[in-house]
């Protein structure tokens, strides 16, 4: 299914940069590995919680990262050279999952627990900012 956006509109004004980034997100929607994300609205804002099954992958064998607004997870498993496979039907597999976020979303903490990632996030509750532009007279 493709989808079709245009931010064209003249009410809309610097959206460009939205229409390429649901590009890219939509290009990189592989399959591997399989994920949840849950979201919770409390007093203090609203949270986030992207949890990825990732069973066999050790704390050093994945890396969270933030690069420019996108919350990267890559994960990569060493081949063991001195074992003998008569089936290998486990493949060390090696994956990068993509998660573009929106401004003033922090990630506050990541978890790796019973071959689950639990990747906590938050945007706290915008303080209301009222700003007055002075009108001079030419």
């Given at each position: ?94 994956f990068q999952r993509t998660f573009v976020l929106a401004d003033g979303m922090v990630v506050d903490k ?20 009222i700003q007055t532009i002075p009108i001079t007279q030419a």
């Amino acid at each position: 299914m493709t989808r079709v956006v245009q931010f064209n509109s003249p009410f809309l004004l610097g959206f460009d940069q939205i229409e390429r980034l649901l590009d890219r997100v939509t290009k990189s929607a592989e399959g591997y590995p399989p994920y949840n994300v849950e979201q919770q609205v409390t007093q203090e804002g609203q949270k986030l919680s992207i949890t990825l099954a990732v069973a066999g992958f050790e704390p050093t064998d994945l890396s969270v990262t933030i690069e420019e607004r996108q919350l990267v997870i890559r994960g990569r498993q060493s081949e063991d050279e001195d074992k003998t496979f008569l089936h290998r039907g486990i493949a060390a597999r090696q994956f990068q999952r993509t998660f573009v976020l929106a401004d003033g979303m922090v990630v506050d903490k990541a978890k790796l627990e019973n071959g689950l990632l639990a990747i906590s996030l938050f945007r706290p509750e915008p303080s209301s900012l009222i700003q007055t532009i002075p009108i001079t007279q030419a």
